[in-house]
T-cell receptor
């Protein structure tokens, strides 16, 4: 059973709308991530956080923003959605160095939020 | 050159077949090698993890790392229809933080 939850699972909205994708985890992980996944493409890191009040942009440029006010919560916001934002957004968390994989950054993923912008 | 290369498939095999999934990578500093499995409409979940070279076995699954060739493999024995999913390799360096994902290989096991 996943301990990381994403809502909404599916969202269809019109261009120009503001949207927030929610992500919450109950594992107490310090590190959280947002990835973008498109068919036939690699997962691309768009944002990450190593703790409360810490956020960084990832490898893939994104017009979205994130916040980390509480350890368990890492929402992603798009101020004005466009069709180019249509994608699957995956939230993940990790506990680097924890057992049973010390040293490895093993991610636990949510089920994803599928966003379609018309 | 991409950090990680993975053939996206699709790969279709009959039930009971041995499946071989592979990735190549470019950075010899990579130390951590992971395989994730992703079912349709779900997020990826960790399947296997290995550190440095060698083999690791877990039930019907075997992960193999050949650092001299920069080549990693996942073998599935006695494949089942429930193994039908996309398999993603993920590789990182000694710091362990930054994961480089392959595109994923779509596998279909037919009854």
């Amino acid at each position: 059973e996943a301990d990381i939850y994403q809502t909404p699972r599916y969202l269809v909205i019109g261009t120009g709308k503001k949207i927030t994708l929610e992500c919450s985890q109950t594992m107490g992980h310090d590190k959280m991530y947002w990835y973008q996944q498109d068919p036939g493409m690699e997962l691309h890191l768009i944002h990450y956080s190593y703790g409360v009040n810490s956020t960084e942009k990832g490898d893939l440029s994104s017009e979205s923003t994130v916040s980390r006010i509480r350890t368990e919560h890492f929402p992603l916001t798009l101020e004005s959605a466009r069709p180019s934002h249509t994608s699957q957004y995956l939230c993940a968390s990790s506990d680097l160095g924890g057992a049973p994989t010390p040293g490895a950054n093993v991610l636990t993923f949510g089920a994803g939020s599928r966003l379609t912008v018309l | 050159q991409k950090e990680v290369e993975q053939d996206p498939g699709p790969l279709s095999v009959p039930e009971g077949a041995i499946v071989s999934l592979n990735c190549t990578y470019s950075n010899s500093a990579f130390q951590y090698f992971m395989w994730y499995r992703q079912y349709s409409r779900k997020g990826p979940e960790l399947l296997m993890y290995t550190y440095s070279s060698g083999n690791k076995e877990d039930g019907r699954f075997t992960a193999q790392v050949d650092k001299s060739s920069k080549y990693i493999s996942l073998f599935i024995r006695d494949s089942q229809p429930s193994d039908s999913a996309t398999y993603l390799c993920a590789i990182s360096g000694d710091s362990g933080y930054a994961l480089n994902f392959g595109k994923g290989t779509s596998l279909l096991v037919t009854p």
